[in-house]
């Protein structure tokens, strides 16, 4: 259970740090060019969802390995409050 809390981990870092990136750096089109919705802009939004979940999962896995007091970060040592972290960046993203 520790190593796949870890993957969650690793992969929920880089899946947050990639959106987080990508949705700073994005300008969306100031006139409308009459090509419908912007299709980046989308991306980004509906990505926001999958990325939020998988933040849920991984926090609710440190939750859970919490009680066994473990010895690693990436065995769930402060897992909760690394996810709390992770969580009001993603929201600050959000509210960008």
């Known amino acids: 259970m520790a190593r796949y809390y870890g993957a969650s981990l690793v992969l929920s ?3 947050l740090s990639v959106w987080a990136v990508w949705l700073l ?10 090509n419908g919705p912007d299709p980046v802009g989308l991306l980004l939004f509906f990505g926001a969802w999958p990325l939020g979940l998988l933040l849920v ?8 390995l919490q009680r ?3 010895a690693t ?11 709390a972290v992770l969580i009001c960046l993603f929201i600050a993203c959000l509210l960008r």
């Open 73 to 83: 970060i990436l065995a769930g040592r402060h897992g909760l409050a690394i996810h």
């Open 25 to 34: 750096h994005y300008q969306p089109p100031r006139a409308v060019d009459g």
């Open 57 to 64: 999962h991984s926090a609710l896995l440190a939750w859970r």
């Open 68 to 70: 066994r007091r473990p």
């Open 13 to 15: 870092v880089l899946a």
